[in-house]
């Protein structure tokens, strides 16, 4: 069962998709059996990747909505085969790893 973790983030959607579809910066914030993976883009009007191991059990979705602020909000979807506790901890800490991606990013542009 997959666990999911939520986050707001102060950038605007393009630049929160774009660190985390930027394949220079995965390793900042990917779990490590993902880092090697493409990022899937999804097609239509909103910014949403995949990531997967090939025959594996680990997948990540990433999707950014825009907020009235100007922000964007972050949605994790992280599946793999680790007990659940363990599996939501590691979610969380995946999404605050692409949120100081997101906010190092947007610092240095």
Known sequence: M???AER???APPE????T???PDRRAAWLPGPLRQASAEPAHGDHLQAR???AGG???AVVQVYPVQAGGAMLHLELDCDLPHEQLTRL???T???LVRAVTDNLNAG
């Open 51 to 53: 990531w997967s191991t």
């Open 95 to 97: 999404l605050t790893s």
């Open 57 to 59: 059990p680990w997948a």
């Open 20 to 22: 985390a579809t930027d």
């Open 91 to 93: 979610a969380d800490e």
């Open 15 to 18: 630049v929160a998709f774009g």
């Open 8 to 10: 707001g983030v102060s």
């Open 2 to 4: 997959p666990a999911y």
